[in-house]
């Protein structure tokens, strides 16, 4: 019986490494996806580019990368306008403002940029999820909602699209709505997504999630555990429950200020603090 037991166990863990496995190889081809459409742009970039603009497009993105590390997003940004300026077709470029943008708290210019992106390459559109995080802060919920319905025909296994589109349908409408059309996922294992999703769903509580987190003491968990808690009570219209999350999710981060993603806690705090200055002064 023992040794039957151990069997089972044994078996258990193997399933388990299978079904991670099986998720990191999709998440792996997605990213792969991504670097193989950006490698066509770019060759395409080379073969319709002198040097000359080759050369200064690299040097405004790398001087856009190191101004974001350090949170200087307005230097990031300068970095790229006169470029875009000399080189108004160069599509890459609009990413980096784009994200920059979006970074110093100007949601409107940051859609503008992403949009400039899809005119230039319309293949880009599904890929572009920044934006429909964008159009969330901007209230443009139904355009979020289907940017997040695009984005999930090439990053099927992703809970955090699930819940942004989930963030989306519940402003546009009501939270039985955006459960009843909550996008279904399976594959993603990162901690502690499955808890997060079942937030989403109703099917657990808060404690859930947080356990999770804290069972792998996992950093890179334990922000996007404070994170959606603060972003699920957000569509809850809670907004002090939401910004208590939020603020956990800034104190524990482990990103560097480069990624957009590590920077959406600050981001959200920055835009929800500043409308509610603005509201209090009306």
Known sequence: MKNLTLMIAVMGVFVGQVVCSATDFKRRAWKQEQANQQEKQDQQKRKE???????????AIRASIVASRKADFAKAIKSID?????????????????????SNGDIVGAIKDYDQIIVLDKKSGPYLWERGLALYYAKRYK????????????????????????????????????????????????????????????????????????????????????????????????????????EKAVKVNPFRPESLMGRIADIHLKIRGKSKIESKKK
């Not at 875009?84 to 403002?97: G, N």
């Open 143 to 246: 355009d979020g909602r289907a940017q997040f319905e695009s984005h999930q025909k090439v990053n099927s296994d992703d809970v955090e699209n699930a819940a942004w589109h989930f963030l989306c349908v519940a402003r546009q409408q009501n939270l039985e709505t955006a459960r009843s059309n909550l996008i279904q996922i399976d594959g993603d294992t990162r901690v502690p997504m499955p808890e997060v999703f079942k937030l989403f769903a109703g099917k657990c509580v808060d404690q859930t999630v947080i356990d999770a987190f804290e069972k792998s003491k996992d950093k890179t968990g334990a922000y996007y555990g404070y994170l959606y808690l603060g972003l699920y009570y957000d569509a809850k219209g809670n907004e002090k429950k939401s910004l208590a999350y939020i």
């Open 82 to 102: 006169p470029v875009i300026a000399k080189y108004p077709k160069a599509s890459q470029l609009y990413r980096y403002r784009a994200n920059a943008k979006f």
């Open 49 to 59: 580019s002198t040097p000359e603009e080759l050369r200064e497009i690299h040097q």
